[in-house]
């Protein structure tokens, strides 16, 4: 069950970076948070891009997945953005991928 939730998720993420004309260059889905890194152009209003993915994903995971309706709320108010600066998109993405072996 839990991958099926896990594999939509990163479904409707995917579906709403396509939508928003943003690309996702890594992913990876932790049990009580998710890291993203993204490419996207610089006009772009990141709180409505964090709205978005977080209201479309509450709204179709409960809907989806009737067991998640008991979670008072899949997501809090919070999240980090942070541009990449001086970081490269390598070592980006190697942090994310790491995030699954750790």
Same mark, same amino acid.
């Given at each position: 069950?839990?991958?099926?939730?896990?594999?939509?998720?990163? /479904?409707?993420?995917?579906? #709403?970076?396509?939508? @928003? !004309?943003?690309?996702?260059?890594? &992913?990876?889905?932790?049990?009580? =948070? *998710?890291?993203?890194?993204?490419?996207?152009?610089?006009?772009? /209003?990141?709180?409505?891009? #964090?709205?978005?993915? @977080? !209201?479309?994903?509450?709204?179709? &995971?409960?809907?989806?997945?009737? =067991? *998640?309706?008991?979670?008072?709320?899949?997501?809090?108010?919070?999240?980090?953005?942070?541009?990449?600066?001086?970081?490269?998109?390598?070592?980006?993405?190697?942090?994310?991928?790491?995030?699954?072996?750790?």
């Amino acid at each position: 069950m839990v991958n099926n939730v896990k594999q939509r998720l990163e /479904t409707i993420l995917r579906e #709403v970076a396509s939508e @928003k !004309g943003v690309e996702i260059l890594a &992913l990876e889905i932790m049990p009580d =948070h *998710l890291h993203i890194f993204v490419s996207c152009y610089p006009q772009l /209003t990141l709180h409505k891009l #964090v709205k978005a993915f @977080k !209201g479309r994903s509450a709204h179709y &995971l409960r809907k989806e997945f009737p =067991h *998640l309706l008991k979670i008072p709320s899949l997501w809090t108010n919070s999240y980090f953005v942070s541009t990449a600066g001086n970081v490269s998109s390598e070592t980006i993405q190697r942090y994310i991928d790491a995030q699954s072996r750790s």
